[in-house]
């Protein structure tokens, strides 16, 4: 198997989340209040699946590796997806802290939760149907088969240290959150790929 292929596996479930995250803003928005238990297990998926897991993968072994074959780490495509990576920090870490308000009482962090949700949402998609249909075809054909199996160990050891159990832990929480929302994964998909033709149209 090679890296992009378990990096594209990551991004279907990440999608099932963004589309129960769409759901949890029309949601917050109709009752003007936000399910606390739900955002605050939506966040940590975020945090911890999407991008301690999958994007540190990216940032710390994939990128590197592809910038070791030439292509320019300052204004190449890598640089763009660093820089996607920290704007969807910095919705997640809003979406957050509206948590945190409206359980003390903000009755106005409702409006910002489902605001940043979406934004983050908009931003994913369009970033991961970048990954999937530009990076990593370009990944495939630069790196060669002996980086591909050194990703594969790194990979491995990326896992390791977000320690055991955890990845499964938030696959869990993926589950709970689509059975809450009534998303299944066709959905997810067919609205990744509704987003993606409104990118490339």
Same mark, same amino acid.
């Given at each position: 198997?090679?890296?992009?292929?378990?990096?594209?596996?990551?991004?279907?479930?990440?999608?099932?989340?963004l589309a129960c995250l769409e759901?949890?803003?029309?949601?917050?928005?109709?009752?003007?209040?936000?399910?606390?238990?739900?955002?605050?297990?939506?966040?940590?998926?975020?945090?911890?699946?999407?991008?301690?897991?999958?994007?540190?993968?990216?940032?710390?072994?994939?990128f590197p590796a592809m910038e070791?074959?030439? @292509?320019?780490?300052?204004?190449?495509? %890598?640089?763009?997806?660093?820089? +996607?990576?920290?704007?969807? !920090?910095?919705? /997640?870490? $809003?979406?957050?802290?509206?948590?945190?308000?409206?359980?003390?009482?903000?009755?106005?962090a409702a409006a910002t939760f489902?605001?940043?949700?979406?934004?983050?949402?908009?931003?994913?998609?369009?970033?991961?149907?970048?990954?999937?249909?530009?990076?990593?075809?370009?990944?495939?054909?630069?790196?060669?088969?002996?980086?591909?199996?050194?990703?594969?160990?790194?990979?491995?050891?990326?896992?390791?240290? @977000?320690?055991?159990?955890?990845?499964? %832990?938030?696959?869990?929480?993926? +589950?709970?959150?689509?059975? !809450?929302?009534? /998303?299944? $994964?066709?959905?997810?998909?067919?609205?990744?790929?509704?987003?993606?033709?409104?990118?490339?149209?």
């Amino acid at each position: 198997m090679r890296t992009t292929e378990i990096l594209m596996s990551e991004h279907r479930v990440i999608e099932t989340v963004l589309a129960c995250l769409e759901k949890m803003a029309d949601a917050t928005e109709a009752a003007r209040a936000v399910d606390v238990a739900d955002a605050r297990d939506a966040v940590a998926f975020l945090q911890n699946f999407a991008d301690r897991c999958h994007h540190m993968k990216e940032e710390d072994r994939l990128f590197p590796a592809m910038e070791k074959c030439g @292509m320019p780490r300052e204004a190449g495509p %890598t640089a763009v997806m660093r820089h +996607e990576h920290e704007l969807g !920090r910095a919705h /997640v870490r $809003r979406m957050d802290e509206a948590t945190t308000a409206f359980e003390r009482g903000d009755a106005a962090a409702a409006a910002t939760f489902a605001f940043e949700a979406r934004a983050f949402v908009g931003l994913l998609r369009e970033h991961i149907a970048k990954e999937d249909e530009i990076l990593f075809p370009m990944a495939d054909r630069m790196l060669p088969a002996a980086v591909q199996d050194e990703l594969l160990v790194g990979f491995e050891h990326a896992e390791e240290l @977000m320690g055991a159990g955890t990845h499964e %832990t938030f696959l869990a929480v993926a +589950e709970r959150l689509c059975a !809450r929302y009534g /998303v299944t $994964r066709d959905l997810a998909m067919a609205k990744a790929h509704a987003c993606a033709c409104s990118h490339h149209g």
